[in-house]
């Protein structure tokens, strides 16, 4: 594995100058995307357990 630390050391600097902290509304439409994924997920295992239990 041939990697330099220095160059990677300037990678997480440059990303962390291009990034911002989201605005409300964006903050908002993420959680509540990640709230619906984590509800199909949890819908799909109850499903599962109950297929397995019967």
């Given at each position: 594995?041939?990697f330099?630390?220095k160059q990677?050391l300037?990678?997480?600097?440059?990303?962390?100058?291009?990034?911002?902290k989201?605005?409300?509304a964006?903050?908002s439409e993420?959680?509540?995307v990640?709230f619906?994924?984590?509800l199909?997920?949890?819908?799909v295992?109850?499903v599962?357990?109950?297929?397995?239990v019967?």
């Amino acid at each position: 594995m041939n990697f330099n630390v220095k160059q990677v050391l300037e990678s997480w600097a440059r990303v962390l100058r291009i990034a911002k902290k989201p605005n409300f509304a964006d903050f908002s439409e993420s959680a509540k995307v990640c709230f619906a994924g984590l509800l199909v997920v949890g819908a799909v295992g109850f499903v599962v357990y109950l297929i397995s239990v019967a």
